[in-house]
């Protein structure tokens, strides 16, 4: 969504240990992503994607041919 606040209550509902939050959408420039480092602590993962990691140059011919 690009709402910082929403990716920060995603990360933080994730389970200890194994949970992953996958943060889309970009937020504004000024925006900071603030969470407590017990998070980090706890082994929670935070990834990004841009895109859905989408690779025009290759996945487009693949769409096509399908």
């Known amino acids: 969504t690009g709402n910082v606040n929403v ?3 995603a990360f933080e509902c ?3 240990g194994w ?3 996958v943060l889309v959408g ?4 000024d925006a900071q992503f603030k ?3 017990m998070n980090f ?3 929670k993962t935070l990834k990004g994607t841009f895109f859905g990691n989408y690779k ?3 996945d487009v011919p ?3 041919e399908l």
Request: charge should be positive; avoid cysteine; charged fraction near 20%.
């Open 26 to 29: 970009v937020p504004n420039k």
């Open 19 to 21: 949970g992953v939050a």
């Open 56 to 58: 025009p140059r290759t």
């Open 62 to 64: 693949k769409v096509v």
């Open 35 to 37: 969470t407590h480092p």
């Open 14 to 16: 994730v389970h200890d």
């Open 41 to 43: 602590l706890n082994e």
């Open 7 to 9: 990716m920060i209550s």
